[in-house]
């Protein structure tokens, strides 16, 4: 039996932060988390459950529709150097026909066989998240030419999908949405509302079919307003949906994050952090830039924000600093609620019973080590 005691100067629980705790780590999984005598040595770090993104299109300069090789070893030290230790590898709006081999080929790197280069444990992938072909009035970055409607063909396209892909996002004004959106849903996948301009009716309307994500809430969806309230009013009034956020502090101000994590409050977040291969400027078949601002944007002249060179590290950093938002709101939403809705019920916090998926991060809230399964996946160099 291997057994291992982490201390730490804070230990975030989902429901506190205990100052000093330990997390008992046996056999990979979590046994214990207790708190220390104050009088204890500890070192100076923060312990919190291992991050989960819902929504990664790549990094730096890997592009998850095109990685091959020895690119998914670098997307797995990418993600775990900002703390990611369960992720969905993304795909935007392309082609219909150039799914079937994207899907197999992300499917088979994703959750292959170790190779020589790969000495470390992997970040798990959830599953696939598609964002598109079927979107709506707000399609953003995403190539209008490739949009298509919930039709019968859609509809049937969207049947066969493979089970590799977990998350959806889709138009909630699209014909026969809330049709596609409950079929989604009794199959375990995550029906995501996004890239729309619809009604706040048509919103609630696909909730009650089954939706529970709003994708990158106020980014790719009308203004709120309060007489014609569309799909952000639904989605900050309806207790059975979670919003996505990516607090970049360039798609959405510090004070409107805030408020939406005050509006939805704890378990109804989850940040992402839909970034992308900025600097292979592109993000599947759509050509990137980088903007003044530090975000990417389309390679033509309306300067369209395209995703994000955020990692999720930053976002708990921004939200917790910028933001001025509790530790244990800002954890849960970089953890807890993205386990929950993709129903990993394995992972997400530190309680005894889960697997120990673990980061450890500075006193200013950068990664300094990660467990995956209780086995130490990286660690900064020169850290404890």
């Known amino acids: 039996m291997s057994v291992e005691q982490l201390r730490a100067a804070a230990v975030v629980t989902p429901d506190a932060v205990l100052e000093p ?129 919930l039709d019968g063909p859609g509809l049937a396209w969207l049947a066969q999908l493979p089970e590799t892909v977990s998350v959806m996002t889709l138009a909630p004004e699209l014909e026969h949405a809330p049709e596609a959106i ?18 706040y009716d048509e919103a609630v309307a696909a909730v009650d079919a089954g939706a ?27 207790e059975r949906v979670a919003v996505s956020l990516i607090a970049d502090l360039i798609h959405v101000h510090p004070a409107v994050l805030r408020a939406a994590f005050l509006a939805k409050g704890q378990g109804r977040v989850a940040l992402v952090t839909d970034a992308v291969a900025w600097r292979a400027a592109r993000v599947g078949e759509v050509a990137l830039t980088m903007g003044d601002d530090g975000a990417p944007r389309l390679a033509n002249a309306d300067g369209t924000l395209a995703g994000s060179a955020l990692t999720m590290a930053q976002a708990v950093r921004n939200c917790v600093h910028a933001c001025r938002l509790p530790l244990t709101a ?28 673990i980061v450890a991060l500075s006193t200013d809230l950068q990664v300094t080590s990660v467990w995956i399964g209780g086995d130490r996946a990286w660690t900064l160099e020169g850290a404890e």
């Open 21 to 149: 705790g330990a997390v008992v780590v046996e056999d990979g999984v979590i046994a214990d988390v207790r708190p220390l005598s104050p009088t204890t040595a500890v070192p100076s770090r923060v312990l919190a459950p291992g991050f989960v993104d819902l929504q990664v299109n790549g990094h730096d300069d890997v592009d998850v529709a095109y990685a091959q090789g020895e690119d998914w070893d670098r997307l797995d030290r990418l993600l775990l150097a900002q703390g990611v230790t369960t992720w969905c590898p993304t795909l935007v709006t392309a082609p219909l026909e150039s799914y079937e081999d994207t899907l197999a080929r992300v499917t088979g790197a994703a959750t292959g066989p170790a190779t020589p280069t790969r000495a470390h444990p992997r970040p798990a992938v959830a599953g696939v998240h598609l964002e598109g072909p079927f979107l709506g009035g707000a399609p953003g970055a995403h190539p209008r030419q490739w949009l298509l409607p």
């Open 212 to 238: 529970r994500l709003v994708t990158h809430l106020f980014n790719g969806m009308a203004p709120l307003h309060h007489r014609s309230p569309g799909l952000v009013g639904a989605a900050l009034a309806d």
């Open 330 to 357: 800002v954890i849960d939403a970089a953890a807890t609620t993205p386990a929950r809705l993709l129903r990993l019920s394995d992972r997400g916090a530190l309680t005894k019973g889960l697997r120990a998926d």
């Open 182 to 199: 409950a079929s989604l849903a009794a199959r375990g996948v995550l029906v995501a509302l996004g890239h729309s301009a619809a009604t």
